[in-house]
């Protein structure tokens, strides 16, 4: 099956810095998802990007569909942007159930 | 405001106890979805439904039930047989055509005592 790889596992930030995301995939996909979930466990859906560019305040990311992967961009970072973002796909043709990567956890330190 | 509700937050079971978990949708979504969380790792899919009265097992269905007797509600039954199932779970809800813009619930942690 597909392999969903997210880098890098971990990432320590001072608030106001810059960071990027990186979400691999193994084979073709319809869509390409990108979560925030928050330290209590909440899942919130930050982009629905299968391919392009997009933008939302100081988030924005961008797929390359045809060489596999996404990056988000998260600029002056916030202590609340800690947590764990994920990348996830799914296919047409599957229900539309989503396979994760394994994450990456995010803290921002004041 | 539209959104999805799990319930309850918390659970506890005994060894050999079924425990039912419950997720509402009033978003007039027609797919729902269970995934599974451990510590540490991505989520994995349980079981999902396009339609009321059908559903599909997914990565990990063994030891797990569920039923969508109504278009709201897809609850899932952590049965005796699933033989590790502390773990953080999650219900999600879409639209059900390709949009497929997810929305997830607050989740359900569930622990074996």
Same mark, same amino acid.
């Given at each position: 099956g597909i392999q969903v790889e997210q880098s890098p596992p971990d990432l320590i930030l001072q608030e106001g810095a810059n960071s990027t995301l990186r979400c691999n995939f193994s084979d073709s996909v319809n869509n390409l998802q990108w979560f925030h979930q928050n330290p209590w466990g909440q899942l919130i859906n930050l982009f629905y990007i299968p391919s392009g560019t997009k933008q939302n305040g100081r988030l924005s990311a961008t797929t390359v569909a045809t060489e596999r992967y996404s990056l988000l961009y998260i600029s002056s970072s916030q202590t609340t942007d800690s947590g764990v973002y994920f990348c996830a796909v799914s296919f047409y043709n599957q229900g539309g159930k989503l396979i994760f990567g394994q994450g990456t956890e995010l803290s921002v330190k004041p | 405001d539209g959104g999805i509700t799990q319930s309850p937050k918390y659970l506890f079971r005994k060894e050999g106890q079924n425990v039912? &978990?419950?997720? %509402?949708?009033?978003?007039?979504?027609? +797919?729902?979805?269970?995934?599974?969380?451990?510590? /540490?790792? !991505?989520?994995?899919? =349980?079981?999902?439904?396009?339609?009321?009265?059908?559903?599909?097992? !997914?990565? =990990? +269905? %063994? !030891?797990?039930?569920?039923? @969508? %007797? *109504? *278009? %709201?509600?897809?609850? &899932?039954?952590?049965?005796? +047989?699933? *033989?590790?199932?502390?773990?953080?779970? &999650?219900? +999600?809800?879409? =639209? #059900?055509? *390709?949009?497929? #813009?997810?929305?997830? !619930?607050? /989740?359900? @942690? &569930?622990?074996?005592?």
């Open positions: - | 039912t &978990l419950s997720c %509402e949708q009033n978003l007039n979504h027609d +797919a729902m979805y269970w995934y599974r969380q451990d510590p /540490g790792q !991505g989520l994995r899919l =349980i079981y999902y439904s396009q339609i009321v009265n059908d559903f599909q097992k !997914g990565d =990990i +269905a %063994e !030891g797990y039930s569920v039923s @969508r %007797e *109504k *278009k %709201e509600s897809f609850p &899932l039954t952590v049965t005796s +047989a699933q *033989k590790n199932p502390t773990a953080f779970y &999650l219900c +999600a809800s879409t =639209i #059900g055509h *390709k949009d497929y #813009g997810y929305t997830f !619930g607050s /989740g359900t @942690r &569930l622990t074996v005592v």
